[in-house]
């Protein structure tokens, strides 16, 4: 028998699931009170690609087997024709790593079940899955080995339809080589009716492709996929070869919808219907043998979004208006195809739920400034059972908003027809300043530093309305020991003296800046006549109660609000609009 190797190649995305049991079996109560029959739900997971697939195999036949297939789970491209080989064979297909020691699951599986005359087909050369597998299988007993593998993915493909027992196909499939999704929607229905499946390049059918259908002439051809898959130049050159065949180009707008239109034309009646990720061949791959014993369909879903896609969707409500009761498997753990995916699957199939049922509604969260009037909304953005979006009406409680207090608010809102609550997060925020502006300070001087803390806080919270001049000393009022302030140095002509109130003219100066960067009018300022450190020269604004003042005016529109905070060494003033 020819040596040479079909290479399997699965790719990641299998199922990753912790903490769940790999074979997990339910019955829908819902069915059982709305239908005759009761939906039976089956999970097949492990916590690997490896472990899923035995899993599958497993769930396939748990006795003894005559053949199984091994292929890669690290890639696609030879894995995407061995369903039909693996349905006729009656071979679970197990995936293995890139080394023995990393493979143990499928050689347990291979260890307890297969015949120790069976057959191990391992699709792919050497470089793909190497011969230390072979020597494996050898040591422990099993001498029937078969590699399939050609020089690339199309020979391949080529190789496998060579090696099936029906040399007078009907129909025969062609698919993307470069893809995986469009092989696998149909890998379920090619293998139960022994379609070989080759594949292809985006722009050019490959010899080996050419020279197996002018030897068949198959009286069909099916094409998966649009034309960013397969191009037309490629269905024109199957329509020369084959010019008394009918060619069939099954094909949506997605791979949800190839998905979903390769089901509704094979499938109409299905016995069970198969779930698994869009975005990973491995499990779906590992499925597509359980799938293919009656030709049941493998639907494809995306696990990031807490919806069916909207031609699954669709599939699904044409069962239920059928009164069809298919059963449900999941291929893979919940990270891959969630629990809830798998209730909503069920709720359309038993007519619990219609298409443009709501799915689900996210909780709003939402920020508001202080003493600013905010609206609860009247509608919310509902992801229906098919992924579209829909605006709906909602009703809150409370009904009211207070936003005059910083912190946040829970509302409570329902939807007519959707039972769980949704929430609304509102946070209520300070204003952020038009202005900050802070100085620093050496807190060591203790009465330097309680002076310019009796100061900041004088001027903290005060209001200015449209038009409002504003005086500093007057806001301040006299530094006075009566008043609280201490002696600190202050500047008096051309040196440093001790005096009360040394270090206001530091509060004077950080208010001047705030104030300068918001724009407003400067009515009075004057310099220190010594340079100061405390902000950059030509920034400061001295201050001597009944001599020489800091005064400026609010010349904006609205009213302004003053906030001072004095932490560790640290100055700083906000101004707000009110």
């Not at 198969?274 to 293919?292: E, K, Q």
């Not at 689900?360 to 969260?365: G, Q």
């Not at 997060?425 to 300043?433: I, K, R, S, Y």
């Not at 530093?449 to 900041?456: D, K």
Request: aromatic share 8%; with cysteine.
């Amino acid at each position: 028998m020819n040596k040479k190797g079909i290479v399997p190649i699965l790719i990641l995305w299998s199922s990753l699931l912790i903490g769940t049991p790999a074979y997990a079996t339910s019955n829908n109560l819902n069915s059982a009170m709305n239908s005759p029959q009761i939906m039976r739900t089956d999970r097949l997971s492990g916590y690997t690609r490896y472990e899923t697939a035995k899993v599958i195999s497993e769930y396939y036949s748990n006795g003894k087997v005559k053949n199984v297939i091994l292929t890669t789970g690290n890639d696609f491209a030879d894995a995407l024709s061995a369903s039909v080989f693996a349905h006729e064979k009656e071979a679970p297909i197990l995936l293995v790593d890139s080394s023995v020691v990393s493979s143990k699951d499928a050689l347990d599986y291979i260890h307890d079940h297969l015949d120790l005359a069976g057959t191990v087909y391992i699709m792919g050369g050497n470089g793909i899955i190497g011969t230390e597998f072979e020597a494996t299988l050898n040591e422990l007993g099993f001498k029937n080995t078969v590699r399939i593998a050609g020089k690339d993915r199309y020979d391949t493909s080529y190789m496998i339809a060579s090696s099936l027992k029906d040399t007078m196909v009907s129909n025969v499939v062609i698919s993307s080589g470069e893809q995986y999704p469009d092989a696998l929607s149909i890998s379920s229905f090619a293998a139960n009716n022994g379609w070989p499946i080759l594949l292809s390049p985006h722009d050019a059918l490959p010899q080996e492709v050419e020279e197996f259908l002018r030897a068949r002439k198959p009286s069909k051809v099916y094409i998966t996929g649009g034309e960013g898959a397969i191009s037309d130049n490629v269905k024109s050159k199957i329509r020369s070869v084959l010019p008394q065949a009918e060619v069939e180009r099954l094909t949506g707008q997605s791979r949800f919808d190839t998905n979903a239109i390769i089901a509704e034309t094979f499938a109409p009646n299905p016995s069970t219907v198969y779930l698994a990720t869009g975005y990973g061949f491995a499990d779906a791959l590992a499925g597509s043998i359980v799938a293919s014993k009656n030709g049941d369909p493998i639907i494809f879903i995306d696990p990031s979004v807490p919806a069916l896609p909207k031609s699954v969707a669709s599939y699904f409500g044409k069962l239920s208006g059928k009164k069809l009761r298919p059963n449900i498997v999941s291929f893979g753990g919940s990270g891959v195809v969630p629990d809830e995916i798998v209730e909503k699957s069920s709720n359309l199939i038993l007519g619990l739920a219609k298409e443009t049922s709501i799915s689900s509604i996210d909780d709003i969260t939402a920020t508001i400034i202080q003493n600013k009037d905010y609206s609860l909304p009247t509608t919310v953005q509902a992801q229906l059972y098919n992924s579209d979006f829909l605006d709906v009406p909602v009703k809150w409680n409370p009904t009211s908003v207070d936003t005059s207090s910083v912190g946040e608010s829970v509302f409570n809102g329902t939807v007519d027809g959707y039972e769980k609550s949704i929430k609304l997060h509102l946070n209520v925020q300070e204003p952020l300043p038009i202005a900050q502006y802070s100085t620093y300070f050496d807190s060591r001087q203790v009465n330097r530093t309680e002076n310019i803390r009796l100061a900041a806080k004088a001027l903290d919270g005060k209001v200015l309305a449209p038009g409002e001049r504003f005086s500093f000393n007057e806001s301040v009022g006299e530094r006075t020991a009566e008043a609280g302030y201490k002696e600190a140095m202050i500047i008096v002509g051309k040196e440093f003296v001790p005096g009360l109130g040394g270090g206001v003219c530091q509060v004077s100066s950080t208010l001047y800046n705030v104030v300068n960067l918001a724009g407003l009018e400067i009515l009075e300022r004057h310099a220190h006549s010594l340079e100061i450190t405390y902000v950059p020269y030509g920034q400061d604004a001295t201050v001597a109660y009944g001599v020489l003042d800091f005064r400026f005016k609010n010349s904006t529109d609205t009213f302004l609000l003053i906030r001072s905070f004095v932490e560790g060494d640290t100055l700083t003033f906000q101004l707000y609009k009110k």
